[in-house]
Every structure is written in structure tokens, then in C-alpha cells.
């Protein structure tokens, strides 16, 4: 009796997964039907509450936006940098476009080492 108590098979939870409690603010969202649907499949993949999914998914989006603002600092200080540059010394001429086009395309065929 005790060996058939012991391996009786597990019944598998019929309840939804809960989220985690997170701290924070709480609130209510209306979700769109389109967005519902992908949180509603993300939440199934990976077993686990659609409220915890919606909350996964914004988490990856807020680290994109982060890293894109990243990005645009990035490039706002190096085209700054290029502003302030000093003018090309005398004597020096500065291959125009279509030069400096074909010296990158020549480079990428293995033309130029």
C-alpha cells in the first residue's frame, strides 16, 4: 500500500501559473486584442502567467529603447567630434565620394590589403 501511495502519478495543476509578486505600482491595462494574443502565446511557451509575460516582454522592450537612446548619444557625440574636427592641412587633398566609394568597394573584393 505504502509503494502505491509513493507512485501514484502526479496530477498536473489545472490552474493557470501565477506571476511572481514584483514590488511596484500597481495598475490596470487594457490590452490590445492583437498584443493580447502574443502575450497570450509567450505566456503558454513559457509556462507562466500572461501577466508575468506582459511584464517579461516590457522589460525587453524598455532594454531595446534604452540601448537605441544608447545609440543616439553615441552618434550625437561622434558627429559632434566630427564638427569640431580642425580643417584639412595645406597640401593635403581629401578623395572626394566617389573615390573613397570605390577604395571601400575595391577593399571589400580583396583588391586592396
Do not use: C, F, K
Not at 45 to 53: C, E, P
Not at 64 to 75: P, T
Not at 80 to 98: D, F, H, K, M, N
Not at 99 to 104: G, P, S, V
Amino acid at each position: 500500500m505504502v509503494a502505491s501511495l509513493l507512485m501514484a502519478p502526479r496530477r498536473r495543476s489545472t490552474r493557470r501559473p501565477r506571476a511572481p509578486r514584483r514590488a511596484g505600482a500597481r495598475t490596470t491595462l487594457r490590452v490590445p486584442d492583437d498584443l493580447a494574443g502574443t502575450v497570450a502565446r509567450y505566456a503558454e511557451q513559457h509556462r507562466t502567467s500572461t501577466n508575468d509575460a506582459l511584464i517579461r516582454l516590457a522589460y525587453d522592450a524598455a532594454r531595446r529603447y534604452e540601448y537605441e537612446r544608447e545609440i543616439e548619444e553615441l552618434a550625437r557625440v561622434r558627429q559632434e567630434a566630427i564638427l569640431r574636427r580642425t580643417p584639412v592641412p595645406q597640401g593635403i587633398r581629401v578623395p572626394s565620394s566617389a573615390e573613397t566609394t570605390a577604395a571601400i568597394l575595391a577593399w571589400r573584393r580583396g583588391e586592396i590589403d
